[in-house]
């Protein structure tokens, strides 16, 4: 207890005897400010798109494409082998003993965009009328629903920010000539909502596509995944890849994540190794500063480990300090702001875990930047030390 | 200033350990900031090499664009010269391997003048049906050499349904876009191509339009793609310019990340070396005001602590700046790169480094300056 008790005695003294070394110390704040702020930021487009993609992705629906398809657009799925993917066991069944499963055609259309004038491509996605039942989290907001037959589609609120020309009564290019905007959706937000959508077989025609992309399906509950599944890779006339809704959105950002990672990670090694070299600079000037404070603590009877940890909780109380104004530089400057990786929007998220990470970041900088002159404060020889000027 | 150079060199070892760490610190800094500037130059040069005078015309929404269209193109006034494109994808051995064969015939090298294929290697490739010229990357990668037969598994079936296509190397080529043994580049003949597929015959996914002047490239973009918006197969036309344009702006703003973090990276710098010269004057006030005394003007003072700080941060960050470059030139990832040397990002590095030099040795001249010389030496 009692060493406890010096320890807190040691560290506060050292503490408040910060104020007075105000320049060199901020070394150590500002430094770790810029590295977390950088470090976070880059990550908030890795956890804004994760975010907004698995945002409408349950675990218990499932989504089933031709095997060895990447991505939707490039899976094609014969109608037969739909009929009996939408039929198979595991999948719920309504009131009225109808699956709750629907096809879906996706391809993608060119668009200008609004900010920068270049084009990217919108998905659009072919549905059928039980699509709204599969994924109620689609709602008609505006105008009305598209019919099909005729050249109607709806637009994404998210796509219609991002995009020119994506108004209610407004034409997009698809094949066949120019398509109607008749309404707008919202789903769970993000990419979500970047989307045309239009009927299924109006949409096949068009494209002269004769096969759906893939088929959804609502599992009777998430269990029920495994015996939807075994039913479907046990069929030898399936040659399909069956994956529940979270773990495909998860396949597909998969990429795109560990590039962020990459980056995030790189950026953090070589700039944390510049805020260490300031944070051990620091200390050492701190540790310089107070010999003759901590020799005269010395005397009195306090440990030389008293002294390391009090030196330790500085650096790690700078670096942390230095580590929550970064965080929360980057969450003000870029928590929510829309952004868009190819015609997908979603917003930044800077999340507590992120500026967690942030803060670890911070600790390893403060421990390791104290270290060397923690050893020096505990080391110096006491009479010697009294004697500095 | 050279007379002051032994003071100089004198007073940045006077805390060897100080000195040390600081130019350690801007020598991580530069390496960041010369990384960021080779993969910015890597994106400008993709940009600025790509031409205005060329067109791509692609399928707008996947359906593959009939032969006949071809004739339709040339047709139009202004445009000069056309090649189709199709695209064979597979992998070779393991799915881990996947290569990329782009299907067309030898006027496709009057547009891709980079390519360094000699006219023995394109007459070969004409001689033989299943012929492909592959870059040194791959070739490298898979030790294929000329006359090596390979089989590339394709999703993408022969007529006779079979998904292994037997091709030959007829030769191993260079780019002057890539260092030597880097090149990706990988062709092959479209009449090959196009006779064994099962797909539709006589189609490609797209074609090259060379046109007389640049600046009719939007004009005859709208009319090309006027021509074909009602048939079954609509294009989409833009310069190869724009065509790079919209591919970059794809990996988002990547501008903004690196001013944004070459901002962050030279505050942190910034602060880093104003604080160790603001100590190391702090702490030789009174030498100072000693030399003042016995007749060193205010500004040699000023010279040797701009000297100082200069000799601490150029070395370190123009290493720094150069082995940035090089961890670029040496990635593994394939992205743009130019394969000349980014003078522009250099000289804006070393730039930078003497302006952080200065501006750190500027406050604590400026306070000596100001400082009563009785006062200063009675510290």
Same mark, same amino acid.
Request: hydrophobic fraction near 50%.
């Given at each position: 207890m009692s060493f406890l008790a010096n320890l807190f005695t040691v560290a506060g003294i050292g503490l408040r005897s910060l104020p007075q070394r105000k320049a060199t110390s901020s070394v150590i704040v500002i430094g770790m400010a810029c590295v977390v702020g950088v470090v976070v930021s880059v990550m908030s487009l890795s956890t804004g798109f994760l975010a907004s993609a698995s945002a409408a992705a349950k675990p218990d629906r499932a989504i089933v494409r031709a095997r060895g398809a990447i991505g939707l657009g490039s899976s094609v799925l014969p109608r037969d082998n739909a009929l009996t993917v939408m039929d198979a066991p595991g999948v719920k069944r309504d009131a009225q003993g109808v699956p709750i499963a629907a096809p879906n055609f996706y391809a993608s259309v060119p668009l200008t965009k609004k900010d920068d004038g270049l084009e990217a491509f919108l998905v659009t996605e072919g549905i059928t009328p039980r699509e709204f039942i599969l994924r109620p989290e689609i709602k008609l907001v505006e105008g009305r629903m598209f019919e099909p037959a005729v050249h109607e589609v709806i637009v994404g609120r998210a796509a219609q920010g991002e995009f020119v020309g994506l108004e209610i009564g407004a034409t997009v290019s698809l094949p066949e000539g120019e398509w109607k905007i008749v309404g707008v959706f919202t789903s769970t937000g993000g990419i979500g909502?970047?989307?045309?959508?239009?009927?299924?077989?109006?949409?096949?025609?068009?494209?002269?596509?004769? =096969?759906?992309?893939?088929?959804?399906?609502?599992?009777?509950?998430?269990?029920?995944?495994?015996?939807?599944?075994?039913?479907?890779? !046990? *069929?030898?006339?399936?040659?399909?890849?069956?994956?529940?809704? !979270?773990?495909?959105?998860?396949? =597909?950002?998969?990429? %795109? %994540?560990?590039?962020?990672?990459?980056?995030? %990670?790189?950026?953090?090694?070589?700039?944390?190794?510049?805020? &260490?070299?300031?944070?051990? *600079?620091? $200390?050492?000037?701190?540790?310089?500063?107070?010999?003759?404070?901590?020799?005269? &603590?010395?005397?009195?009877?306090?440990?030389?480990?008293?002294?390391?940890?009090?030196?330790?909780?500085?650096?790690?109380?700078?670096?942390?300090?230095?580590?929550?104004?970064?965080?929360?530089? #980057?969450?003000? #400057?870029?928590?929510?702001?829309?952004?868009?990786?190819?015609?997908?929007?979603? *917003?930044?998220? @800077?999340?507590?875990?992120?500026?967690?990470?942030?803060?670890? $970041? #911070?600790? @390893?900088?403060?421990?390791?930047?104290?270290?060397?002159p923690a050893i020096r404060a505990a080391r110096m020889p006491i009479v010697d030390a009294l004697r500095a000027t | 200033?050279?007379?002051?150079?032994?003071?100089?060199?004198?007073?940045?070892?006077?805390?060897?350990?100080?000195?040390?760490?600081?130019?350690?610190?801007?020598?991580?800094?530069?390496?960041?900031?010369?990384?960021?500037?080779?993969?910015?130059?890597?994106?400008?040069?993709?940009?600025?090499?790509?031409?205005?005078?060329?067109?791509?015309?692609?399928?707008?929404?996947?359906?593959?664009?009939?032969?006949?269209?071809?004739?339709?193109?040339? +047709?139009?006034? /202004?445009?000069?010269?056309?090649?189709?494109?199709?695209?064979?994808?597979?992998?070779?051995?393991?799915?881990?391997?996947?290569?990329?064969?782009?299907?067309?015939?030898?006027?496709?090298?009057?547009?891709?003048?980079?390519?360094?294929?000699?006219?023995?290697?394109?007459?070969?490739?004409?001689?033989?049906?299943? /012929?492909?010229?592959?870059?040194?990357?791959?070739?490298?990668?898979?030790?294929?050499?000329?006359?090596?037969?390979?089989?590339?598994?394709?999703?993408?079936?022969?007529?006779? /349904?079979?998904?292994?296509?037997?091709?030959?190397?007829? /030769?191993?080529?260079?780019?002057?876009?890539?260092?030597?043994?880097? +090149?990706?580049?990988?062709?092959?003949?479209?009449?090959?191509?196009d006779e064994n597929r099962s797909g539709p015959r006589g189609t490609a996914n797209g074609f090259m339009a060379r046109i007389s002047n640049p600046d009719d490239a939007v004009r005859i973009s709208g009319e090309i793609d006027a021509l074909f918006a009602n048939s079954g197969a609509p294009t989409r036309t833009m310069s190869e310019r724009t065509s790079t344009e919209n591919n970059l702006q794809g990996l988002g703003n990547i501008n903004v990340l690196i001013n944004g973090v070459a901002a962050a990276v030279l505050f942190m710098l910034l602060f880093l070396t104003g604080n160790t010269m603001s100590q190391s004057a702090q702490e030789r006030m009174s030498e100072f005001a000693t030399m003042k005394a016995m007749g060193f003007e205010g500004r040699d003072i000023t010279a040797i602590l701009i000297g100082e700080s200069l000799m601490q941060c150029l070395p370190a960050a123009i290493i720094g700046l150069l082995v940035g470059v090089k961890l670029v030139v040496l990635s593994p990832q394939n992205f743009p790169r130019d394969i000349n040397p980014p003078w522009l990002a250099i000289t804006v590095g070393v730039l930078a480094a003497?302006?952080?030099?200065?501006?750190?040795?500027?406050?604590?001249?400026?306070?000596l300056e100001r400082r009563p010389l009785t006062e200063a030496l009675r510290d």
């Open positions: 909502e970047s989307a045309l959508l239009g009927d299924v077989d109006t949409l096949l025609a068009a494209f002269r596509r004769p =096969q759906y992309s893939t088929v959804g399906v609502q599992l009777e509950s998430a269990a029920a995944f495994d015996t939807f599944k075994a039913a479907l890779t !046990s *069929n030898p006339s399936l040659q399909i890849d069956v994956q529940r809704e !979270s773990e495909f959105v998860a396949s =597909q950002a998969e990429g %795109l %994540l560990r590039f962020l990672k990459t980056i995030a %990670l790189a950026l953090g090694t070589i700039m944390g190794l510049g805020a &260490l070299v300031g944070a051990l *600079n620091t $200390m050492y000037v701190a540790v310089g500063t107070r010999t003759q404070e901590i020799a005269t &603590l010395r005397a009195i009877g306090f440990s030389p480990l008293t002294v390391v940890v009090s030196v330790f909780a500085e650096a790690l109380a700078l670096a942390v300090a230095g580590a929550l104004i970064g965080g929360t530089v #980057a969450w003000a #400057a870029f928590d929510g702001r829309a952004h868009t990786i190819g015609g997908s929007v979603f *917003n930044l998220s @800077v999340t507590p875990g992120l500026v967690a990470l942030g803060v670890g $970041m #911070a600790c @390893v900088v403060g421990l390791l930047g104290g270290l060397f | 200033m050279t007379k002051f150079l032994p003071l100089i060199w004198v007073g940045i070892w006077r805390k060897p350990t100080r000195t040390v760490l600081t130019a350690l610190a801007v020598l991580a800094g530069f390496t960041l900031l010369g990384t960021l500037g080779a993969v910015d130059a890597g994106f400008r040069h993709a940009r600025d090499r790509s031409p205005l005078d060329v067109l791509q015309v692609d399928a707008r929404f996947g359906t593959p664009l009939p032969l006949a269209y071809l004739e339709q193109i040339a +047709a139009i006034p /202004g445009v000069t010269a056309m090649v189709p494109r199709a695209f064979l994808g597979g992998f070779y051995q393991q799915p881990r391997n996947p290569i990329f064969f782009v299907a067309t015939d030898e006027r496709f090298f009057s547009f891709r003048p980079e390519l360094l294929v000699s006219d023995a290697q394109k007459r070969r490739l004409a001689e033989t049906p299943n /012929g492909v010229l592959v870059g040194t990357s791959h070739a490298n990668k898979y030790g294929w050499k000329t006359g090596d037969q390979i089989p590339l598994q394709s999703p993408t079936l022969q007529k006779n /349904g079979d998904k292994t296509w037997m091709l030959e190397i007829v /030769g191993v080529f260079d780019t002057t876009f890539d260092p030597p043994g880097t +090149a990706r580049f990988t062709m092959m003949n479209y009449s090959y191509f003497v302006i952080v030099a200065l501006v750190s040795s500027s406050l604590p001249a400026w306070r």
